[in-house]
């Protein structure tokens, strides 16, 4: 079975179906869906999805490309929805939280500043409740990493990965995995493709990212959580090594980078 450990399930591209999007995957093997929040104002629907779903789990946080719109009192009212939510053993983690520097309007001196001390704050709820994050680090991996170390939080993954060989062990050596998805199945892709080839197996987890980044064999299509196994697929074959021993490393992987995981798998 297969774990995807980032999703937008609540996505507009879904029409309101993500019930539904969680179902098919199931049909296909994947046996849990990690629902990632983005904003404050979908902080319920992505718990409400992941109650609706036996194969489905939620995080909580405000993801950088939201931060502008974003308010401070939005922080305080995340800690308290992270300090209530720890009862419900469908609530894994922090996410999809970090930092955005490839958006023209988000690399303002204001709008860096605003993104950093968003992200510091959401990493010091993280380790204060002992919750692994889910990290956005489009471009910007040497400043997540540099915050990581001043807040350290228990672990967690670095989404979407496209970094350099050093940067992905600064990360591991964090206790951080690495997410790899839809882009890995891209021949063009020869980064990424050489990073999930030579990086430690046990540190990489699988994520589509859904509904972004679809795989090559849909593309340009919208991505949906039914498409992990051929991501994974994608990773053996990149490996050389048999579908079932990628499967259950990322399984393992998984479960190592998200640990309320295994309450519910």
Not at 11 to 28: F, L, N, P
Not at 89 to 94: D, E
Not at 122 to 135: K, S
């Amino acid at each position: 079975m297969w774990i995807d450990t980032h999703v937008h399930l609540d996505a507009r591209e879904y029409g309101g179906d993500g019930a539904g999007v969680a179902s098919r995957a199931a049909q296909e093997g994947v046996s849990m869906i990690v629902i990632v929040a983005v904003e404050r104002g979908n902080f319920e629907a992505v718990r409400s999805l992941a109650h609706g779903s036996p194969n489905a789990c939620y995080a909580l946080g405000i993801h950088p490309i939201c931060v502008p719109q974003a308010q401070d009192d939005d922080l305080v009212f995340m800690r308290a929805a992270v300090e209530q939510a720890m009862n419900d053993p469908r609530f894994v983690g922090i996410g999809e939280v970090g930092l955005d520097f490839f958006i023209p309007e988000l690399c303002t001196p204001e709008m860096r500043d605003k993104q950093e001390r968003f992200f510091r704050e959401q990493l010091r709820i993280a380790r204060d409740f002992g919750l692994p994050v889910l990290t956005h680090v489009r471009r910007s991996q040497d400043q997540v990493l540099k915050h990581l170390r001043q807040i350290r939080p228990p672990g967690g993954i670095a989404h979407a990965f496209n970094g350099s060989f050093q940067q992905a062990q600064n990360f591991i050596d964090l206790g951080f995995h690495l997410g790899f998805g839809g882009n890995m199945t891209f021949t063009r892709a020869l980064q990424i493709r050489r990073l999930a080839t030579e990086l430690p197996l046990e540190s990489i987890v699988l994520e589509t990212d859904s509904p972004d980044i679809a795989p090559a064999w849909i593309h340009p299509g919208r991505n949906s959580p039914e498409q992990l196994p051929g991501i994974g697929a994608t990773l053996a074959e990149l490996r050389g090594l048999p579908l079932d021993e990628v499967r259950r490393a990322a399984w393992d992987a998984s479960l190592k980078a998200i640990p309320r995981l295994a309450g519910l798998v």
